[in-house]
């Protein structure tokens, strides 16, 4: 298959097969016995938009799906889903993107749980959560309504259509209309319980998201009580006012994925939600790690300075993000000192969950974690499977991992 | 040192690239402006297929006098290629990441024996 390169230049590559394609990471994963180790993913992605067809008939308001459904006929010029600006794939350069429609996914299971299987068995990953991709940008729609419709839609189509294709190594954490909060309430009330439902997700990239209102309590307390998890999904919006000066995508990217978690975690924190729902497992994905400290060490300075703003809190505003969860990707890794310092300010062993965000640009292998040279063997453990073993109650898949879950306190299932 | 076959000279076309297994070892052999590169498959940022992606001339941004910008454009002399992984971009000629020249692939030498290509493993 042909690929765009300079000037109109063509240079042929192999079609996609990502068994082929991650043919090294099966080699890391066979050198480090990763078989005896449970590891978790919990954030891989799907390109739910290739399957609109299959997803739209979910809707559940007749004018909605209508005005959905001819949007995305052919000869339309209607959108359905908001988009963003910006260049993943780098012009190609990270061939998956231009080849993903090449690759081979002949017969059942669903094609998304084909190319899953294959990434986690070629990088030794025993389950994945599943997220998708379009709808990330979901919390940019206009209409609520909209919004509702879609994450409702996808929701019945990932529990009923892709999960149960999936032999149980797939979770998903559903995607909240964030726009409505009752449309939330009835997502948790409703979804909360299928099988593969491990919480439900926020995403982070939105104009205007107060994580604080009252109007989400009667949802964090339904989370809360069904001991399901409440994460914010990162991405970057290059078209949001803030990053208008950006000229580069780099920046924009680079930025804003930190950016959104910074905003939200800092909103989530002075306004006392730990302390509020002090059972509710909070993550915060796909931002990387170098935030943490810089807004532990920012929140705290100010906190002390001025309490009287956020009397609710007990402790100090690191304490209360030392009680909740982070994913690894994307990690920076270019001071091990820096690194190291992070791990220690945010209690990696028992806080830090390990992601892929495969097939995604910037993914990172399980051995960007094994290899650490400060971790000790427990903290890889937890931070590559354990932790999340514990907080999704996932089995092990076999006797290698049951030992190394129970020498680490992390069988539960 | 083992001399491995790649392929003849006359089957290999300019742009193109070929994929040498030698045990453990895998080896990435170019053919850019009749010449011959090779250089270690395995990427140095997490081990991806370094040598089995796109590639793509450099892309630059010259300044003028006043240090003004003339924006961005295609090297006429430097091409890279790249990890298909992640993006991690290698110059051709010596197998020396763009931004940090430091981060250097494995080269390997390549001998031509009348038409027959072999790299030196």
């Known amino acids: ?413 | 040192m083992a001399e491995q076959f790649v392929c003849k000279s006359s089957e290999f076309k300019n742009g193109e690239r070929q994929i040498i297994r030698i045990g453990e070892e895998e080896i990435g052999v170019f053919k850019h402006e009749d010449e011959y590169f090779a250089y270690s498959n395995f990427c140095l940022h997490q081990g991806g297929p370094a040598c089995e992606g796109l590639t793509i001339a450099r892309v630059e941004e010259h300044l003028r006098a006043d240090k003004t910008s003339m924006g961005l454009s295609f090297s006429e002399k430097d091409m890279n290629f790249v990890c298909p992984w992640h993006g991690y971009e290698y110059d051709m000629r010596t197998g020396a990441h763009v931004a940090d020249p430091k981060v250097r692939l494995r080269k390997y030498d390549i001998v031509k024996k009348g038409d027959d290509i072999y790299v030196v493993a």
């Open chain 1, 1 to 413: 298959m042909d690929l765009i390169a300079d000037r109109g230049r063509r240079v042929t590559v192999e079609e996609l097969n990502t068994s082929k394609l991650l043919a090294h990471a099966a080699k890391q994963a066979r050198d480090r016995k990763f078989e005896d180790v449970l590891i978790v993913d919990c954030d891989a992605h799907h390109y739910e938009n290739e399957h609109f067809s299959e997803i739209l008939p979910f809707m559940e308001n007749e004018v909605f799906k209508q005005l959905a459904l001819a949007a995305g006929a052919k000869g339309s010029r209607g959108s359905v889903a908001p988009g963003t600006f910006g260049y993943q794939d780098m012009g190609g350069r990270v061939t998956r993107y231009p080849l993903r429609s090449s690759e081979k996914t002949p017969g059942a299971p669903h094609r998304d749980v084909q190319i899953g299987n294959r990434w986690m068995d070629a990088m030794g990953v025993d389950y994945s959560c599943l997220f998708p991709t379009g709808m990330l940008n979901i919390g940019m729609h206009p209409q609520k309504e909209m919004e509702f419709e879609l994450c409702w839609a996808y929701a019945r189509w990932v529990t009923e259509k892709v999960l149960p294709d999936c032999d149980g190594r797939m979770y998903t954490m559903l995607c909240l209309p964030f726009s409505d909060p009752e449309g939330c309430l009835r997502m948790v009330e409703t979804f909360g319980d299928r099988k593969g439902v491990g919480g439900f997700m926020v995403t982070t990239v939105r104009e205007r998201m107060a994580v604080y209102d009252n109007a989400y309590m009667k949802l964090y307390a339904a989370l809360q009580e069904r001991g399901l998890a409440l994460a914010f999904h990162s991405g970057p919006n290059w078209g949001a006012q803030t990053f208008q000066s950006c000229n580069r995508f780099i920046s924009a990217h680079a930025l804003g994925f930190s950016w959104y978690n910074i905003l939200h975690c800092t909103n989530w924190v002075v306004n006392g939600m730990g302390e509020r729902f002090p059972k509710l497992p909070v993550i915060w994905i796909e931002a990387g790690l170098a935030w943490i400290p810089f807004l532990m060490q920012k929140l705290d300075h100010e906190y002390l300075l001025r309490p009287s703003e956020c009397p609710i809190l007990k402790k100090k505003p690191s304490d209360y993000m030392r009680d909740m969860y982070y994913s690894t990707q994307p990690m920076e890794i270019q001071d091990m000192g820096a690194l190291e310092t992070t791990f220690r300010m945010m209690n990696a062993e028992t806080q830090l969950l390990y992601a892929s965000d495969y097939p995604h640009w910037d993914f990172d292998l399980p051995s960007t974690i094994w290899d650490l040279p400060f971790v000790s063997e427990k903290a890889k453990h937890n931070i590559l499977g354990g932790t999340a073993a514990r907080l999704f109650k996932l089995p092990p898949r076999n006797e290698g991992q049951k030992k190394n879950l129970i020498k680490y306190g992390n069988l539960v299932a």
